[in-house]
């Protein structure tokens, strides 16, 4: 089985930024309930968490791409904001015990065994009023092509994932289909799913 490392560090390896530079727009609507400090999942090149950060939020990005959190670190030296790093394979990090005031998941797909696990984790690791922003392509993804594993087995069934965060109070959990424009790799129409959710 190919070594996700190379397939991330191959796409984050080429010139400009895969996704673009720009938060997600849920990240964006929900930054305003957020306090540090803060988690962010499958960080990839930074975008959203050296948003986080300009908002003066304490952040770290952890992602197991080392060119991808490069990428991180040129893009929050860029922008004058400070950003911890950790590279690391989500499948076997510890995210710790009641120790983040929010923790983000966005486009941060995994297989269902790491992603239970991860979930878990996120219970565990939100402090108190802790919030958790995921945003995820469902299985109906692969109809409009536009972003997003191929694979099924790696796209977030709504159900699945409520299940999983049955430790939190979810305010928000919706499938839906929005535009989503975010660099070279995700431009459309497409199938996802939104959780807002609070320990």
């Given amino acids: 089985m190919a070594d996700p490392r190379d397939f991330w560090n191959a ?31 499958g960080e990839g090149e930074g975008r959203n968490a050296v948003f986080l950060a300009g908002l003066g939020l304490d952040v770290t990005a952890v992602d197991l791409s080392a060119a991808g959190l490069e990428k991180a670190r040129a893009l929050a030296a860029g922008r004058g904001v400070a950003l911890t790093t950790l590279e690391a394979d989500l ?31 996120v219970i565990r690791a939100l402090r108190p009023g802790g919030r958790f922003v995921l945003e995820a392509y469902t299985p109906r993804q692969l109809a409009f092509d536009t972003g997003g594993p ?28 929005r535009e989503v424009l975010e660099g070279d790799w995700h431009r459309g129409r497409s199938a996802v799913l939104q959780v807002l959710a609070r320990r």
């Fill in 11 to 41: 796409r984050y390896a080429m010139a400009g930024f895969a996704y673009g530079t720009e938060p997600n727009d849920l990240l964006r609507e929900a930054a305003p309930r957020l306090q540090g400090p803060v988690l962010s999942l």
């Fill in 150 to 177: 191929k694979n099924e087995a790696l796209l977030y069934e709504p159900d699945a994932v409520r299940a999983e965060l049955a430790g939190l109070t979810l305010e928000r959990c919706d499938e839906l289909q």
């Fill in 91 to 121: 499948a076997d990090f510890d995210l710790g015990e009641a120790r983040w005031g929010a923790i983000v998941s966005i486009w941060c797909h995994l297989p269902p065994w790491a992603r239970q696990r991860v979930h878990a984790g």
